[in-house]
């Protein structure tokens, strides 16, 4: 669609014609964007994913911790950036209205009541106390020759009572009104869409948060694992250095080393403080809040081990950004019609009924009623270019939206494909990773029993413990990697509106 030249339709014969068929709409009509995307996925499909009919709506209840689905579901109903993403929908259903109401006549009643006194020392009266209309002696007075000037007239006190309704009407000829509308409708799908893309984004930080801070807590107990194993090596060093069997040396550098990983405690207590806290004020809480329920210790929610992502071309209508970008891209359509319609006339009907007297005891008579009715038109003959410049202006931010619309897509199959080499990579490192704590492991076993023996020098234990610690802590945090990969892809592929989908439209 050609969404700078299709608005250039008009002149005399558009005005002729939309006369003659009771209105038109000048603009272009809008016409979604046809996005060709690939077959597939670049990267290959591997570490459980499948390309099969994505599964994503509820993709949190795939980890099976029901205390990761009651944060989901308080974060649904409490989190403050989702009660005002629905603030918009329902500004933007307001708005509608507003534009709406352009469509229909304006009728309005007034009432005045007016006691006026003239001066006697002026060549004016008012018109009021004269019963004529206005002339030429400014607003309220009219000019009496000086001949036969009575100043009795002038300074007589007079009222005059008035109720009646005025009605207009502005006659959408053009479609400008009809264009603003559809602009509106694109509006309200804009705020929607972004509630979701909302949703989206929150649902993932929830469960990443939750994912990291069971991980965190997994580290904290190996850490402590660890701290106590080295404490009873210190033990025994210490042991064997008062029987005479082994230097001071072996006990300093074994009380080195229960020093360095208990250093990493306070660390690793600190990250999992601030998940807490984070956790908390996505579900609309305050940071402490929800303290004593995280602290309890719990595993790491298993992964599920299929992963069904669909193909590329279901983005287009899972993917909340996508489809809020296609309904602003939609709405400067529209605008381009707003901003052309006012190139052509305007048509507009106007009237008015009511009574009028001087007393308030005839104000209802028969001889008291007034009307008038008639058209008018508006047809704009300079402005310095002002109405093009605003079509032009309209017209480069519909080619924006348009830009910005390709740019999302783009940036959604980049977010999938860089996702799902995250989760197939992180598997098999986290398989490699667990492969060398069984092996690490095995070694402390070997290296205390020959330090026992006297077979083999003290850092050889030292070095072995650090090995084993290390790679426990690597593992976990490879499982907490693969977790939170898996989260991210699930936001990749758009998944998790559908939770607020119903409370939304209820908005």
Request: aromatic residues 6%.
């Amino acid at each position: 669609m050609n969404y700078r030249n299709g608005w250039r339709t008009g002149g005399l014969g558009l005005v002729m014609i939309a006369l003659a068929v009771g209105g038109c709409k000048v603009g272009p009509d809008y016409c979604p964007p046809q996005t060709t995307l690939p077959t597939d996925w670049s990267e290959k499909i591997a570490g459980g994913a499948t390309t099969q009919p994505v599964a994503v709506v509820q993709w949190w209840k795939t980890f099976n911790d029901p205390v990761l689905d009651a944060l989901v579901h308080r974060a649904v109903q409490s989190n403050l950036d989702l009660k005002i993403a629905a603030s918009r929908i329902r500004e933007a259903r307001a708005q509608r209205r507003i534009v709406v109401s352009g469509e229909w006549p304006t009728i309005n009643a007034s009432g005045s009541y007016q006691r006026t006194k003239g001066s006697e020392n002026t060549g004016f009266a008012d018109t009021a106390a004269l019963g004529g209309s206005n002339a030429t002696g400014g607003a309220g007075t009219t000019a009496v020759p000086a001949t036969g000037f009575n100043p009795a007239i002038f300074s007589a006190e007079r009222s005059l009572w008035q109720l009646g309704f005025d009605a207009s009407w502005e006659l959408d000829v053009f479609g400008g009104i009809r264009r603003a509308v559809e602009a509106a409708d694109a509006d309200i799908g804009t705020a929607i869409e972004g509630r979701r893309d909302l949703l989206v984004s929150l649902l993932a930080e929830v469960a990443a948060n939750y994912l990291d801070l069971r991980g965190i807590q997994r580290q904290i107990d190996i850490t402590t694992a660890n701290v106590k194993s080295q404490q009873d090596t210190v033990e025994l060093t210490r042991t064997r250095f008062n029987a005479g069997l082994t230097g001071e040396l072996d006990v300093v550098r074994a009380e080195a080393q229960v020093a360095t990983t208990a250093a990493t405690l306070p660390i690793l207590q600190t990250s999992a403080r601030r998940a807490i806290h984070r956790i908390a004020v996505l579900t609309g809480q305050l940071p402490g809040s929800l303290s004593d329920e995280l602290s309890k210790v719990s595993g790491m929610p298993s992964t599920p081990p299929d992963i069904p992502v669909g193909l590329p071309s279901d983005l287009l209508r899972r993917r909340a950004d996508i489809r809020r970008a296609e309904r602003q891209l939609a709405a400067a359509t529209a605008r381009i019609g707003v901003a052309t319609a006012d190139l052509f006339p305007r048509f507009s009907l106007t009237g008015g009924i009511g009574l009028q007297s001087d007393q308030a005891k005839s104000l209802f008579n028969s001889s008291s009623n007034f009307w008038s009715i008639g058209p008018g038109v508006r047809l704009p003959i300079f402005d310095r270019g002002r109405i093009r410049a605003r079509i032009q202006v309209e017209d480069e931010r519909t080619s924006q939206s348009l830009d910005f619309y390709e740019n999302t897509v783009l940036l959604a199959m980049e977010e999938v494909e860089n996702s799902l080499v995250s989760y197939a990579h992180q598997q098999t490192r986290r398989q490699s990773l667990a492969n060398a704590v069984k092996a690490n492991r095995r070694a402390v076993d070997l290296a205390n029993e020959l330090y026992t023996h006297e077979l083999a020098g003290f850092l050889n234990v030292l070095d072995a413990q650090r090995a084993l610690y290390i790679s426990e802590e690597q593992l976990v945090i490879s499982e907490r990697a693969v977790a939170t990969d898996l989260v991210a892809l699930y936001k990749a592929l758009g998944g998790g509106w559908e939770e607020g989908k119903e409370a939304m439209t209820d908005q």
